[in-house]
């Protein structure tokens, strides 16, 4: 935990698709009910801002936060206000021309740290299998 009481969480994992073609399915926002398990619905809401529906533990959630796309470093950036200060970075390395490095940082005051490094875990399996079958 930083000073302000905010934990830092990764995971990373590689998937077999090229990295242009792996950032391009992540950082569109449609697509995050496919990978991040929580969430049942995402849009986006232009100029840089999203809302999120999620089911967190039994609890429906439904959230506007704000998305930054870098297409030439492939990095994406997300926040969401509330309660538990939230926000992180994904960003996509190719290991080769077919195969690629999906990695995720998570800044949160979240509580449950087991219950947020598995869910970063299951959220990192997911988008690496989805993109792995696509391709």
Known sequence: MDDEGTALYHHYDHADAPAGEL?????EPANLPRYVPAVTA???????RVRVQADLDGRRVDAEGW???????????WGVPGG??????????????HR???AITVYTSYPDSERMAEALRETVD???KAVSTRA
């Open 23 to 27: 950032f391009g399915y992540l950082a």
């Open 42 to 48: 995402a849009e986006s809401l232009g100029e840089g």
């Open 100 to 102: 690629s490095e999906v």
């Open 84 to 97: 538990h200060s939230y926000h992180g970075e994904l960003r996509v390395t190719a290991d080769d021309e």
């Open 126 to 128: 997911a988008l690496t």
């Open 67 to 77: 998305l930054e796309v870098d297409r030439d470093a492939m990095t994406l950036r």
